[in-house]
């Protein structure tokens, strides 16, 4: 017994993690009610590293393309509309595990069922304009960065206080 407990141990501390990439917009409610900053400063406080940013009207062929998955469904008009209404501010963020990392600060998509201290709970009350969009799963957030931005947009850095944050 002892011997499967060691090796279960040994086991995940072995594993190898996952340095990932995941998208982060500032949708276009955040964006008009100045939220950026803020949206920044948490994902930096978590100590996520920023390896691409910009702020961009974003253009009907884009938005299509980001929101493929839901063509057809009867939610589709309104966030394509929604989010050509306004700029936004797309982020790349990337650290060990970083989708989870990420949709943990942001919290449920659903404002009133995420918890205390994220930031759709501290900042948002409605599904539509929940502040924020963050990839799901690693495979997404892969597509996504290569939705929005170019591969020479993504800035290869390691940061002095990367040894504090990471273990590996």
């Excluded at 939220?35 to 938005?63: C, H, N, P, Y």
């Amino acid at each position: 017994m002892t011997l499967s407990l060691l090796a279960m141990i040994k086991k995940i501390f072995s594993e190898e993690i996952s340095v990932e990439r995941t998208l982060v917009l500032v949708k276009p409610d955040g964006v008009q009610r100045g939220l950026i900053g803020e949206v920044i400063a948490r994902f930096e406080r978590r100590g996520l590293r920023l390896v691409a940013a910009k702020f961009m009207q974003v253009s009907q062929s884009l938005a299509e393309a980001h929101y493929a998955e839901h063509k057809g469904k009867v939610f589709y008009d309104g966030l394509i509309s929604y989010i050509t209404s306004a700029p936004v501010m797309a982020m790349v963020w990337e650290a060990n595990n970083a989708v989870a990392a990420v949709r943990q600060t942001v919290g449920s998509t659903k404002p009133a069922e995420s918890a205390p201290g994220t930031i759709r709970h501290d900042f948002g009350l409605e599904v539509g304009r929940n502040l924020i969009h963050a990839s799901d799963k690693p495979e997404t957030g892969e597509r996504e960065v290569a939705l929005w931005f170019k591969k020479e947009e993504l800035v290869d850095w390691a940061r002095d206080i990367d040894k504090w944050v990471f273990e590996k």
